[in-house]
Protein backbone atom coordinates (compact mmCIF):
# COMPACT_ATOMS: atom_id res chain seq x y z
CA UNK A 1 0.00 0.00 0.00
CA UNK A 2 1.20 3.81 -0.91
CA UNK A 3 2.58 5.34 1.88
CA UNK A 4 3.18 1.69 4.18
CA UNK A 5 5.96 0.50 5.87
CA UNK A 6 5.65 -2.39 3.43
CA UNK A 7 6.09 0.26 0.97
CA UNK A 8 9.16 1.68 2.61
CA UNK A 9 10.87 -1.34 3.10
CA UNK A 10 10.79 -2.53 -0.64
CA UNK A 11 11.57 1.18 -1.57
CA UNK A 12 14.44 0.82 0.80
CA UNK A 13 15.69 -2.18 -1.09
CA UNK A 14 14.95 -0.91 -4.78
CA UNK A 15 12.44 -4.04 -4.93
CA UNK A 16 10.05 -3.16 -7.96
CA UNK A 17 6.43 -2.77 -6.70
CA UNK A 18 2.65 -1.63 -7.49
CA UNK A 19 1.41 0.58 -5.10
CA UNK A 20 -2.15 0.89 -4.00
CA UNK A 21 -4.46 3.30 -2.05
CA UNK A 22 -6.10 0.54 -0.17
CA UNK A 23 -5.17 -2.72 0.93
CA UNK A 24 -8.43 -4.34 -0.22
CA UNK A 25 -7.36 -3.28 -3.73
CA UNK A 26 -4.04 -5.45 -3.14
CA UNK A 27 -6.46 -8.04 -2.45
CA UNK A 28 -8.09 -7.58 -5.43
CA UNK A 29 -5.18 -7.99 -7.52
CA UNK A 30 -4.06 -10.92 -6.14
CA UNK A 31 -7.39 -12.52 -6.46
CA UNK A 32 -7.81 -11.43 -10.14
CA UNK A 33 -3.90 -12.30 -10.91
CA UNK A 34 -2.48 -9.35 -12.02
CA UNK A 35 0.01 -9.22 -9.25
CA UNK A 36 1.97 -12.57 -7.88
CA UNK A 37 2.09 -11.24 -4.10
CA UNK A 38 0.93 -8.59 -1.28
CA UNK A 39 3.35 -7.40 1.45
CA UNK A 40 1.87 -6.07 4.18
CA UNK A 41 1.68 -5.97 8.06
CA UNK A 42 1.53 -9.65 8.85
CA UNK A 43 -1.63 -9.63 11.18
CA UNK A 44 -3.66 -7.75 8.40
CA UNK A 45 -2.30 -10.71 5.78
CA UNK A 46 -3.07 -13.44 8.04
CA UNK A 47 -6.77 -12.32 9.13
CA UNK A 48 -7.69 -11.88 5.28
CA UNK A 49 -6.07 -15.14 4.35
CA UNK A 50 -7.85 -16.95 7.46
CA UNK A 51 -11.24 -14.99 5.92
CA UNK A 52 -12.54 -13.51 3.19
CA UNK A 53 -9.69 -15.01 1.32
CA UNK A 54 -9.72 -18.42 2.80
CA UNK A 55 -9.38 -20.95 -0.43
CA UNK A 56 -8.26 -17.97 -2.87
CA UNK A 57 -4.85 -16.80 -0.66
CA UNK A 58 -1.77 -18.20 1.43
CA UNK A 59 0.37 -16.53 3.25
CA UNK A 60 3.68 -18.13 2.99
CA UNK A 61 7.29 -17.29 4.06
CA UNK A 62 9.14 -15.77 6.63
CA UNK A 63 7.98 -12.40 8.60
CA UNK A 64 10.29 -9.36 6.73
CA UNK A 65 10.44 -7.27 9.42
CA UNK A 66 9.60 -7.01 13.13
CA UNK A 67 7.22 -3.95 13.81
CA UNK A 68 4.98 -2.92 17.26
CA UNK A 69 1.73 -1.58 17.72
CA UNK A 70 1.09 0.63 20.15
CA UNK A 71 -2.29 1.60 22.60
CA UNK A 72 -2.13 6.02 22.71
CA UNK A 73 -3.76 7.31 25.80
CA UNK A 74 -3.87 10.81 26.76
CA UNK A 75 -0.65 11.71 29.17
CA UNK A 76 -0.96 10.95 32.70
CA UNK A 77 -4.33 8.83 31.66
CA UNK A 78 -5.69 6.36 34.80
CA UNK A 79 -6.47 4.13 32.28
CA UNK A 80 -2.33 2.92 31.39
CA UNK A 81 -1.89 0.84 34.34
CA UNK A 82 -4.92 -0.99 33.77
CA UNK A 83 -4.12 -1.67 30.26
CA UNK A 84 -0.93 -2.62 31.22
CA UNK A 85 -1.82 -4.90 33.77
CA UNK A 86 -4.95 -6.54 31.48
CA UNK A 87 -1.89 -7.04 28.45
CA UNK A 88 0.09 -8.89 31.14
CA UNK A 89 -2.42 -11.00 32.49
CA UNK A 90 -3.77 -12.00 28.89
CA UNK A 91 -0.18 -13.08 27.81
CA UNK A 92 0.49 -15.01 30.94
CA UNK A 93 -2.30 -16.91 31.06
CA UNK A 94 -2.32 -17.66 27.26
CA UNK A 95 -5.22 -15.74 26.56
CA UNK A 96 -3.24 -13.41 24.19
CA UNK A 97 -2.00 -16.62 22.00
CA UNK A 98 -5.91 -18.64 21.86
CA UNK A 99 -7.09 -14.74 20.92
CA UNK A 100 -4.08 -14.73 18.16
CA UNK A 101 -4.79 -18.32 16.70
CA UNK A 102 -8.51 -17.17 16.43
CA UNK A 103 -8.24 -14.43 14.59
CA UNK A 104 -4.89 -15.27 12.42
CA UNK A 105 -5.02 -18.14 12.24
CA UNK A 106 -1.41 -18.35 13.75
CA UNK A 107 0.89 -17.94 16.79
CA UNK A 108 1.96 -14.79 17.73
CA UNK A 109 5.50 -13.77 17.80
CA UNK A 110 7.41 -13.85 20.74
CA UNK A 111 9.00 -11.26 22.26
CA UNK A 112 10.73 -13.28 24.86
CA UNK A 113 14.70 -14.04 24.19
CA UNK A 114 15.09 -17.66 23.11
CA UNK A 115 11.25 -18.07 22.45
CA UNK A 116 11.43 -16.65 18.62
CA UNK A 117 8.20 -17.96 16.71
CA UNK A 118 7.99 -16.12 13.32
CA UNK A 119 4.62 -15.88 11.60
CA UNK A 120 4.58 -16.22 7.86
CA UNK A 121 3.88 -12.83 5.78
CA UNK A 122 2.65 -12.53 2.34
Known amino acids: MTGSTAASYLEDRGIAFQGVGAIDEAFALLEGGSVDAVVYDSPVLLYY?????????QVVGNLFERQ?????????????????????AINEDGTYNRIHQRWFGAPPVSTRPGKRRVPRSL
Open 49 to 57: ALGEGRGKV
Open 68 to 88: YYGIALPQDSPLREEINRTLL
